[in-house]
């Protein structure tokens, strides 16, 4: 019979607990460093997190002040286009009165003054318009007077219209062609008159030229021809 070998092992209870409440410090330590680790941590983001809404409300604001000051130029700068277009646009409308304020500045000037001419009767301009009809017409004739002193006259207005009918030379007295009107057309003037009437012209005729004659009854009868030029409205 072998002889057994018994080992005594002293027994520490002692070192046991201590050994337990050091890993139970460690424990709590870490877990405390890490609460305290992640308390800190998450103020700093919260810090962050304001600076950046701050920084974000003011950058939001300077682009609306932006966004305003871009909206007033552009406002402004629409108004001074319109102010421009509208300033224009009454430069070209004075300068078109202008221009005719001095063509009939000049034209009653002629009519005032003697230019060293033949004294009577002149005829102006001939002006056509198309008329409410088929192929009806509405002329204007300006009869003057040129002299030194200008007395009140009286006399008479005639036309002929010279062309083409059905590859033909055809003519038409006033009479033949304005039935709402006697012809000759009478005028009684000092210095000027405009004298109107209404031609209606006959299927097939191609009018080109205007033969214009006015006669006083005791001086000579004066003659001009006028193309056929009929003026838009």
């Known amino acids: 019979m072998k002889n057994s070998l018994y080992r005594v092992v002293e027994d520490r209870p002692v070192r046991k607990s201590l050994y337990i409440v050091l890993i139970c410090l460690a424990v709590f330590a870490a877990l405390g460093g890490g609460f305290f680790a992640g308390q800190l941590y998450g103020e700093q983001a919260i810090a962050e997190n304001t600076t950046l809404r701050a920084t974000l409300i003011d950058v939001q604001a300077s682009e609306q002040e932006l966004r305003n000051r871009v909206v007033d130029a552009e406002l402004s700068l629409a108004t001074q286009k319109f102010a421009v277009t509208s300033m224009r646009e009454e430069l070209t409308k004075m300068h078109r009165e202008k221009a005719e304020l001095l063509e009939e500045v000049g034209f009653f000037r002629n009519l005032m003054t003697a230019d060293g001419g033949p004294e009577g009767l002149r005829l102006g301009d001939f002006d056509l318009l198309r008329g409410d009809d088929t192929n009806s017409y509405n002329f204007v004739i300006l009869v003057t007077q040129a002299a030194k002193i200008r007395r ?76 056929w030029n009929v003026q838009e409205a």
């Open 152 to 227: 009140l006259i009286s006399g008479q207005a005639d036309l002929v219209i010279q062309g083409s009918m059905n590859g033909a030379d055809t003519e038409f007295a006033l009479a033949e062609l304005d039935a709402s009107s006697e012809a000759p057309l009478n005028f009684r003037f000092r210095y000027f008159q405009d004298i109107g009437g209404v031609v209606t012209l006959p299927e097939n005729f191609v009018p080109e030229t205007v033969i214009v004659t006015v006669r006083t009854k005791k001086g000579p009868s004066v003659e001009r021809s006028f193309p």
